[in-house]
């Protein structure tokens, strides 16, 4: 079962976030269903499954159900997007495709209803968190702040989405920092991060912009903690 669960979760992860540009999204807010790139989203995770299970038909009904009931919540959630907060919103959506993935775990192996590890289970599991902590994390986090709306803290005179890369980089490094119990590094690295952030902090007109970096940080290395955390307990039942 906990095979099945990984690599669907690996599929999600993959198409959700990793193949799915902004680009993508704001296209299937303005066409909804006449979006093409609804389409692709579908298809790209239908293909990532086939791939995955290695195109076994035994999962034939998988293969069906996963890609069309992400279409359903995908296409909901695009019609609730105006009625509803987008951080109730998103989790709700989520929420909803684990939910699909756990009935089918449960359909193809009813009787399985704990964790047993295998060498593989580990190494999908590593990826899960991995692919997680760099790009599930980061929507997570950028949902989360989306309540707040900073003018003044503008990119104009930034890398391009280079606070993307510094929040993956630092959230990876923490998830190896928190697995070797290395955690004087972590202390570290967040005084290292305010060294570097103090010129920014210094030059804001008002609190508000410490407040959000301060907030954004402490996301980024809480949820890397958690799921160092979570990924410790798994391996030890392997």
Known sequence: MITFLLKTLIAHVLGDFVFQSDQWIKDKQLNKAKSKFLYFHIAIHCIILLLLFKFNIEFWLAFIVIPMSHYVIDLIKIHLEERINSRYLFSLDQLAHLSVMLAMSWHYYPQELVFNFHLSDSIYFLALCILILTYGVAVLIKVIMSKWDLPEDSDKDSLSKAGKYIGILERLFVFSFVVMQEWQAIGFLIAAKSVFRFGDLSRAKDRKLTEYILIGTLLSFGF??????????MVKEI
């Open 224 to 233: 890397a903690i958690l799921i160092g955390f979570l990924y410790e307990i």
